[in-house]
């Protein structure tokens, strides 16, 4: 046997199945960066109608680096297009998390003629500084970009706040308020978020903080605020998202939000114990698109800071959760009793095709919905009489299987993703992480989104959320539903096929 075949026989066989996992978890219906590491989305903006997703990125490597600025646009949140690299390290440090605006009123006077400034503003980490041991390697800049986010100039008296020496000084998320003509600034600044207000984006006073042991969840540093109004019966309220890792109900990063007032000065929270976004282990770092009106739509980055650099994709790392509009729901009488509910966009209706309906299906034995090619992607959409216990099953012909259910007992969803297929990456990742149901109501509405390597789970009308990554060995061909108890109905079900986005 001549040895050489035979080492390129062996080379062609590992890089093929190098290959086939690749694209059996490249998502079909999410973003993920073309190559290379992607962690939060940063600076989103809709600006003449087109979604911008810039994204911390490492464009040399598929785990964290020196972060760029990734950049995709997309006119639907669904179909992205791959841009060229938005922002890059320079002698300032690496460009972190931060948002954009659009200047409008060109208050920052960086805008020429009539065109408009688009104006991003994050944080530069100074890895040499870090390293050196120092305490101010974290400082905000902007850089600005007249056509549109094609290409940007760097503001050249940067940076625009400097940390007072605070090792943890970052994620600036700024929108406009009205009231006061000012531009206002939520940062995280360890253990709080610290507001700034500014006339024209360049010179920064800070107005006030808001956090600290006696507010929320510390097991980890505060990241990534955001802070957006919605309208309850035509009173508006305020939610200030705060990005916490570790400390997530799933373990390791994930969002908490406090609802409260807010005065252009202060923010303050109807009440100090964290409330969860999501209660999946796979939704981090989410902020809200800016430029888009009344309507706050988020995503986060799909993945967790426990296990996040060695999750069995190795061409590129990590993706976008499915956008969502963020909606206000009062679950009670007193002002505390509000709820953050999240809901797919409308637009995936734009991919959805043919599919399986049925009306009044007992669970007296187990109901198989579909079986055939791989699952992904698909939703199903049910609707329940009772909410008694019952379980939705994704699995392959090896047994490998992702569980999706409720417990009435404890008024619980949870998934169970234990034997899901690969998991044996991370300790953390082979695990069954719960949520709580909101509503006492015996009806119940479920929506799930399955992708190649991601299930999100949005029950009650959005109220209770679950983001979930698996990654199985081959991919899930059949799904069905049944009911410990026997007693659960389904009223009315819908399995519909999306689209692969590519
Ligand atoms: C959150 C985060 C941010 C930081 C960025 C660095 O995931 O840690 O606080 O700006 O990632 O990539």
């Given at each position: 046997?001549?040895?050489?075949?035979?080492?390129?026989?062996?080379?062609?066989?590992?890089?093929?199945?190098?290959?086939?996992?690749?694209?059996?978890?490249?998502?079909?219906?999410?973003?993920?960066?073309?190559?290379?590491?992607?962690?939060?989305?940063?600076?989103?903006?809709?600006?003449?109608?087109?979604?911008?997703?810039?994204?911390?990125?490492?464009?040399?490597?598929?785990?964290?680096?020196?972060?760029?600025?990734?950049?995709?646009?997309?006119?639907?949140?669904?179909?992205?297009?791959?841009?060229?690299?938005?922002?890059?390290?320079?002698?300032?440090?690496?460009?972190?998390?931060?948002?954009?605006?659009?200047?409008?009123?060109?208050?920052?006077?960086?805008?020429?003629?009539?065109?408009?400034?688009?104006?991003?503003?994050?944080?530069?980490?100074?890895?040499?500084?870090?390293?050196?041991?120092?305490?101010?390697?974290?400082?905000?800049?902007?850089?600005?970009?007249?056509?549109?986010?094609?290409?940007?100039?760097?503001?050249?008296?940067?940076?625009?706040?400097?940390?007072?020496?605070?090792?943890?000084?970052?994620?600036?998320?700024?929108?406009?308020?009205?009231?006061?003509?000012?531009?206002?600034?939520?940062?995280?600044?360890?253990?709080?978020?610290?507001?700034?207000?500014?006339?024209?984006?360049?010179?920064?006073?800070?107005?006030?903080?808001?956090?600290?042991?006696?507010?929320?969840?510390?097991?980890?540093?505060?990241?990534?605020?955001?802070?957006?109004?919605?309208?309850?019966?035509?009173?508006?309220?305020?939610?200030?998202?705060?990005?916490?890792?570790?400390?997530?109900?799933?373990?390791?990063?994930?969002?908490?939000?406090?609802?409260?007032?807010?005065?252009?000065?202060?923010?303050?929270?109807?009440?100090?114990?964290?409330?969860?976004?999501?209660?999946?282990?796979?939704?981090?770092?989410?902020?809200?698109?800016?430029?888009?009106?009344?309507?706050?739509?988020?995503?986060?980055?799909?993945?967790?800071?426990?296990?996040?650099?060695?999750?069995p994709t190795e061409e590129w790392r990590s993706g976008l959760t499915i956008p969502?509009?963020?909606?206000?729901?009062?679950?009670?009488?007193?002002?505390?009793?509000?709820?953050?509910?999240?809901?797919?966009?409308?637009?995936?209706?734009?991919?959805?095709?043919?599919?399986?309906?049925?009306?009044?299906?007992?669970?007296?034995?187990?109901?198989?919905?579909?079986?055939?090619?791989?699952?992904?992607?698909?939703?199903?959409?049910?609707?329940?009489?009772?909410?008694?216990?019952?379980?939705?099953?994704?699995?392959?012909?090896?047994?490998?299987r992702f569980i999706i259910g409720y417990n009435h007992n404890t008024a619980q969803?949870?998934?169970?993703?234990?034997?899901?297929?690969?998991?044996?990456?991370?300790?953390?990742?082979?695990?069954?992480?719960?949520?709580?149901?909101?509503?006492?109501?015996?009806?119940?509405?479920?929506?799930?989104?399955?992708?190649?390597?991601?299930?999100?789970?949005?029950?009650?009308?959005?109220?209770?959320?679950?983001?979930?990554?698996?990654?199985?060995?081959?991919?899930?061909?059949?799904?069905?539903?049944?009911?410990?108890?026997?007693?659960?109905?389904?009223?009315?079900?819908?399995?519909?096929?999306?689209?692969?986005?590519?």
């Amino acid at each position: 046997m001549q040895i050489r075949p035979l080492f390129i026989a062996i080379f062609l066989l590992i890089i093929g199945s190098k290959s086939i996992a690749q694209k059996q978890y490249r998502p079909a219906i999410h973003f993920t960066p073309p190559a290379g590491w992607m962690n939060d989305p940063n600076g989103m903006i809709y600006l003449n109608g087109v979604y911008h997703l810039f994204y911390q990125h490492n464009p040399n490597a598929s785990v964290w680096g020196p972060m760029h600025w990734g950049h995709a646009t997309s006119k639907d949140l669904i179909h992205w297009k791959h841009k060229k690299i938005a922002l890059y390290p320079d002698s300032l440090g690496t460009i972190f998390s931060g948002s954009a605006v659009l200047d409008k009123n060109n208050t920052s006077g960086l805008g020429v003629g009539n065109k408009v400034p688009l104006v991003a503003i994050y944080t530069q980490h100074s890895m040499e500084g870090e390293k050196a041991g120092r305490n101010d390697f974290q400082n905000q800049s902007i850089s600005y970009s007249l056509n549109g986010g094609k290409s940007f100039d760097t503001y050249k008296a940067n940076p625009i706040i400097k940390t007072p020496n605070l090792r943890d000084f970052r994620d600036p998320k700024v929108f406009w308020y009205e009231p006061t003509s000012r531009w206002i600034m939520s940062l995280a600044v360890g253990d709080h978020i610290e507001f700034y207000s500014s006339a024209n984006l360049k010179e920064w006073k800070k107005e006030s903080e808001v956090g600290g042991p006696t507010m929320g969840v510390h097991d980890g540093n505060w990241e990534c605020p955001d802070l957006i109004s919605l309208d309850v019966d035509g009173k508006k309220h305020w939610v200030l998202i705060v990005n916490v890792n570790p400390g997530a109900p799933a373990k390791g990063s994930g969002t908490q939000y406090f609802v409260g007032d807010f005065d252009g000065h202060y923010f303050k929270p109807y009440d100090r114990a964290a409330k969860w976004m999501d209660y999946g282990a796979d939704n981090y770092a989410g902020v809200t698109w800016s430029n888009t009106g009344d309507q706050k739509i988020l995503a986060g980055w799909m993945s967790n800071w426990l296990y996040a650099q060695v999750v069995p994709t190795e061409e590129w790392r990590s993706g976008l959760t499915i956008p969502r509009v963020l909606s206000l729901v009062q679950t009670g009488h007193s002002n505390n009793d509000f709820l953050l509910a999240s809901k797919p966009i409308q637009q995936l209706e734009k991919i959805t095709k043919e599919g399986i309906i049925g009306n009044n299906i007992s669970l007296s034995t187990p109901y198989l919905i579909y079986k055939k090619q791989g699952l992904a992607a698909s939703r199903l959409k049910l609707s329940l009489d009772t909410a008694n216990s019952f379980e939705i099953i994704l699995s392959n012909d090896l047994n490998e299987r992702f569980i999706i259910g409720y417990n009435h007992n404890t008024a619980q969803f949870y998934i169970d993703r234990i034997k899901s297929g690969i998991t044996n990456f991370h300790p953390d990742f082979a695990a069954t992480h719960f949520a709580p149901r909101f509503v006492k109501s015996q009806s119940m509405d479920i929506d799930l989104i399955i992708d190649k390597a991601s299930v999100e789970l949005f029950a009650d009308n959005g109220l209770t959320v679950m983001t979930d990554l698996f990654f199985s060995t081959k991919p899930y061909t059949k799904i069905e539903v049944r009911a410990a108890d026997k007693k659960t109905n389904i009223k009315s079900l819908r399995f519909k096929r999306l689209r692969n986005i590519f």
